[in-house]
């Protein structure tokens, strides 16, 4: 697991290092983590550092101090490099650094050499600079910062570093302001920002690399944690000793409807191929040939009063009201259970107890919330999902897995797991209904009835398993059938603690810009 603080949390560790003295020495590391990310960046792009060129974008505060250090040892190493002093002020023992180093100074604002400039060209010097930069260093805002801020328009090809964090992230949220310019690499430091790991700020801030700076001792607890494939591979299932298929698992899932047959198949064949001893299948009568034909592993049961030891509920039962009211039952029965798709419409909160997990986009959690008297939107949602995430939790005394770009698993207790897993190759119909099968056979193969903290790290692991079968799927186009087809190989990729991703950092963060 890969601990994330907020930028609360980050400010507050530095604080007894700062009163120490130590704040020019924590500034020198960062500049020399963001220098040597950058200039191995660099090296990938063109092949080699030396005769390249570097732009920075340098704020008023610490984090353009941090950029003008880095310039400097940058420019000592052959880059020609290009401070872009986006305030009156900028820090002073950087700037004396660039200086020395070589480097050049461009301003934007009307200090006592560029007061005749109209606020038409004020960029005009800048964006010449950066279009004429193998990279440009983005480092206006740093962690302590909130809301928009001015930026130039920048080509899609220009490659970006954000040091620290991209400008107009809240750290805190991932929340976007503005203009935000989208990351090739973030550079952090102490620890990973829960803003580079949520939200919009995950889409935006592209592959992350953690600069140790010696902030560990003062950290303290940690916001939330990712999900590596180590971590998953420690989570999951140990192969079963017993031969009997009783103590290989038994999943009950209610699934299906006239209307949705198709929901009941990819369940029930994801639950299947995650390696169950046994699945018990309540679903209507039109149905019953079709899984007996196309999963002929799932039995029959007439209803959820089924011997079962965990439920899997909600895919495709549509308006259907026997399978609504069969939904209501298996989740009264306290075992665990996956509450998915229709069976969260009506899904209230007295309802809730501590061995469920349900599973909303963000839609759904917004209907969810508003039923536990909150008042909130999609887009509110979207932009703080955590925040959103953990009042359902809490409102509801179950664990919740909230869909999106990073999938958010939080206990009622507030513990939390993230995970970045898969793309845009899952935006599929039935995509979902696959992670509630694969979920609720998780629930199922426990050796004993996990607790809400073990159940969040359960409900990120099946999140895993679930991207890396969308890969292993790909790349070509597929639906659903061949993702549920592709979980034997997954699981097998995820016991190993394989990934299928680039790196191990694409986990953390899949940005949205690739590095060429």
């Not at 550079?187 to 992350?208: H, P, S």
């Not at 895919?315 to 029965?333: F, R």
């Not at 703080?384 to 958010?408: E, M, N, Q």
Request: net charge neutral; hydrophobic share 45%; glycine share 12%.
């Amino acid at each position: 697991m890969i601990p994330a603080y907020t930028g609360t949390q980050i400010r507050a560790a530095e604080q007894p290092l700062l009163e120490a003295g130590e704040g020019p020495s924590l500034m020198r590391q960062a500049a020399f983590g963001l220098a040597q990310h950058t200039m191995d960046l660099l090296r990938a792009r063109r092949g080699r550092v030396y005769g390249s060129s570097a732009a920075a974008l340098v704020g008023t505060g610490n984090n353009g101090g941090d950029a003008l250090l880095a310039l400097a040892l940058m420019a000592r190493r052959g880059v020609a490099c290009t401070a872009i002093l986006t305030g009156e002020k900028a820090h002073a023992e950087g700037l004396a650094a660039l200086r020395k180093a070589g480097g050049k100074l461009v301003r934007t604002v009307n200090s006592a050499d560029t007061r005749q400039r109209s606020r038409s060209n004020r960029w005009r010097e800048a964006n010449q600079v950066i279009a004429g930069a193998d990279v440009l260093i983005d480092a206006v805002l740093g962690t302590g910062a909130r809301g928009a801020v001015e930026l130039p328009k920048i080509s899609p090809e220009t490659l970006v570093v954000a040091c620290d964090l991209p400008s107009g992230v809240d750290a805190d949220t991932g929340q976007a302001h503005g203009g935000v310019l989208p990351a090739n690499l973030t550079v952090t430091f102490g620890a990973l920002k829960v803003g580079l790991a949520v939200g919009e700020g995950r889409l935006l801030a592209g592959r992350v690399e953690v600069v140790d700076i010696g902030l560990g001792p003062h950290l303290g607890k940690p916001e939330l944690h990712v999900l590596e494939p180590g971590d998953a591979a420690r989570t999951l299932p140990r192969p079963a000793q017993s031969v009997h298929k009783y103590s290989r698992g038994v999943l009950g899932l209610v699934a299906g409807s006239a209307q949705y047959p198709g929901a009941a198949l990819l369940t029930a064949t994801a639950a299947v191929n995650t390696g169950l001893g046994m699945l018990r299948t309540v679903s209507v009568p039109e149905i019953g040939p079709l899984l007996a034909q196309r999963v002929p592993e799932a039995i029959p049961a007439p209803d959820a009063t089924a011997h079962v030891q965990a439920w899997a509920v909600g895919p495709g039962i549509g308006e259907d009201p026997l399978q609504a009211k069969n939904a209501a039952v298996a989740i009264g029965t306290g075992l665990p259970c996956v509450v998915d798709a229709s069976a969260l419409r009506t899904f209230q909160p007295e309802q809730g107890h501590g061995r469920l997990v349900l599973t909303p986009h963000a839609g759904e959690l917004e209907d969810l919330l508003n039923r536990a008297g909150l008042r909130v939107d999609r887009t509110a949602i979207e932009r703080d999902p955590l925040r959103w995430a953990r009042w359902a939790a809490v409102g509801y005394s179950s664990v919740v897995l909230l869909k999106g770009p990073t999938t958010v698993c939080v206990s009622p207790d507030g513990y939390a797991v993230v995970i970045s897993a898969g793309g845009p190759e899952l935006a599929t119909a039935g995509s979902g209904d696959v992670l509630t099968g694969i979920l609720g056979a998780l629930l199922a193969v426990q050796p004993v009835q996990p607790s809400p903290y073990e159940l969040a790290r359960l409900a990120a692991t099946a999140v895993l398993v679930h991207g890396t079968a969308g890969r292993l799927a790909g790349p070509g186009p597929f639906g659903a059938s061949g993702l549920a087809e592709a979980v034997p190989e997954a699981l097998h990729a995820a016991a190993a603690g394989e990934s299928v991703f680039n790196s191990t950092s694409r986990v953390i963060n899949s940005g949205s810009k690739e590095i060429a």
